[in-house]
């Protein structure tokens, strides 16, 4: 009797857990059967929370999607609490979702302006209050223009970037912040001051090989603040330095050829293979460029062209396959295949382009979980495509409706 009670109590574990592999042998114990089954529980996956795709814009609207094709909007201070301005960018690390802007009107309502926001599921928002700069409290806070996350000084966290304290484009010091766990945040205080640039231009944030790089936007060209507290560089240093010299042609691992570098405007990213490249217009022609640096940290003296005049790489996106993709003005995107050796362009992605709202990309993303490539930009748009894109017969170009401003970033949770 003690047997067939025996028998049915397994038979009734081995139902109710069929969908997991469970260890049953008629030689073990009914405790060590739980046990079995506790640790096989504790074993499976959680479940992934929140959608594959995020896409933040102006007015504070948020663009979600699970397979980068079917996309929902919403936003507003009913979503992000006291949310009025603009979000400008979006990362994903720690488990959380990232996005920083302003408080309320634009990236030049400086003052106490700044807004941050976290989320583990885009539906959830919790508002974190930014550090004030003790060097310069009548300022407070000021607007986040990047953000992104990865590891510098073997410790990976968030940093995210605002504009100079002070009111014109002299020398002075960037708001930046920074966080381990997207929920407390400290000021970046070892930040050199920089002389170019306007006083509104910022940084964008990229991490490669532990080291945080920052080149700055606005002015006739760009700076880099470079930092790596585990190296030599702890001071993060500013390129150029204060006085003068051309942002790349001062880096130490300059080529000796520095006037193909002549470049304004650079944005710097670094690819699936972590490889880093920096993208430009050269300052003689208004020719966009770009170079990848070698392995030993050298760039080479001689750069690709192939975007066209005027036309630097907003967004960046590359693929399983070591293709590299790049997003600019007038909805022009190139692609490389080559690691960037040589770059083909196509001059429009579907419908971008034939009404005067839709003239610019200005962020993508790619999700290996899906093998999916996401491009965003102006009046809501947004292009996907889950092949390697050779033209744009290959993408798909959607708006969601009644969803119309500008798309400033967009991020995937694996990218």
Known sequence: MKRIVLLFILLQIVYCNQAKEVNIDASQSLVGLSLDLTLSEQLQPSPEIGPEFLAVGLSCVLWTSNDGVTWAATGGS????????????????N??????????????????????????????WTRIPCPNHPE?????????????????????????AGP?????????????????????????????????????????????????????????????????????????????????????????????????????SFQFFVSRTNSLYVFGNRESDSIAVSSKMNASGVWPASVAVGFGANNRPNGFASDELGNIYTFGNS???????????????????????????????????????????????????????????????????LKVPGANTEITSVTSKNK
């Not at 979702?97 to 885009?122: E, M, Y």
């Not at 606005?218 to 700076?223: D, F, T």
Request: hydrophobic residues 30%; negative net charge; glycine residues 10%.
């Open 78 to 93: 009913s979503v992000l609490p006291d949310c009025a301005g603009n979000l400008y960018s979006v990362t994903y690390g």
């Open 331 to 397: 909805c022009k995107w190139a692609y490389s295949s080559n690691q960037g050796s040589s770059w083909t362009t196509i001059n429009t992605l579907d419908a971008c382009g034939t009404t005067s709202p839709y003239e610019d990309w200005i962020s993508a993303t790619y999700s290996s979980k899906l093998n999916r490539i996401v491009a965003v930009g102006d009046a809501g748009s947004i292009g996907t495509t889950g092949v390697s894109p050779t033209l744009s017969s290959d993408w798909i170009y």
């Open 136 to 160: 310069y409290p009548s300022e407070g806070n000021l607007p986040l223009r990047s953000i992104s996350y990865g590891r510098v000084g073997g410790v990976k966290k968030f940093v995210a």
């Open 164 to 264: 100079k304290f002070g009111s014109d484009s002299s020398a002075d010091k960037l708001y930046m912040i920074q966080s381990t766990n997207g929920k407390s945040w400290t000021v970046l205080q070892d930040i050199p001051e920089t002389e170019h640039g306007t006083a509104n231009g910022s940084c964008f944030v990229t991490f490669h090989n532990d080291t945080l790089y920052c080149p700055q936007e606005g002015g006739s060209y760009s700076a880099t603040l470079e930092y790596n507290p585990s190296t030599s560089i702890s001071n993060m240093p500013g390129f150029p330095p204060y006085g003068g010299g051309n942002a790349l042609e001062s880096l130490v691992y300059a080529p000796p050829n520095t006037a193909v570098y002549d470049m304004y």
């Open 95 to 124: 488990g959380l979702f990232v996005a920083v802007g302003t408080l309320s009107g634009k990236f030049d309502s400086r003052t106490n302006n700044c807004g941050l926001w976290t989320s583990p599921d885009t539906v959830n």
